[in-house]
């Protein structure tokens, strides 16, 4: 199961632009930015990653969700997931939010 995470992450980092060689630097810059736990949103991992050099909204949801998988599944982290309610009429679940 892990190896098919990391082939999935892979390929949705790259169809978002990253060369495959750069994979493991964003990966391992993102686990830097949440791996003394804290609360998280895409959005605030994406803003420390753009600081890094990484470029805006580096990050799509289902990539940092993959990446946080694999902190779960591979590293036994334990993980809270948060909804946030949008304030955009008809959405029915906002950006998620992580609690390591």
Same mark, same amino acid.
């Given at each position: 199961?892990?190896?098919?995470?990391?082939?999935?992450l892979?390929?949705?980092?790259?169809?978002?632009?990253?060369?495959?060689?750069?994979?493991?630097?964003? /990966?391992?810059?993102? !686990?830097?930015?949440? $791996?003394d *736990?804290?609360?998280?949103?895409? %959005?605030? /991992?994406?803003?420390? !990653?753009?600081l890094l $050099?990484? *470029?805006?909204?580096?990050?799509? %949801?289902?990539?940092f969700?993959?990446?946080v998988?694999?902190l779960?599944?591979?590293?036994?982290?334990?993980?809270?997931?948060?909804?946030?309610?949008?304030?955009?009429?008809g959405?029915?679940?906002?950006p998620?939010?992580?609690?390591?």
């Amino acid at each position: 199961m892990v190896r098919q995470l990391h082939k999935y992450l892979i390929e949705r980092l790259t169809a978002r632009g990253f060369a495959i060689e750069h994979v493991p630097g964003v /990966v391992r810059n993102v !686990l830097h930015l949440i $791996g003394d *736990g804290g609360v998280f949103t895409t %959005e605030m /991992v994406n803003q420390q !990653l753009e600081l890094l $050099g990484w *470029g805006a909204d580096a990050l799509d %949801e289902t990539s940092f969700q993959l990446i946080v998988c694999i902190l779960e599944s591979q590293f036994d982290y334990k993980v809270s997931h948060y909804s946030i309610n949008q304030e955009k009429k008809g959405a029915e679940e906002g950006p998620k939010t992580y609690m390591m």
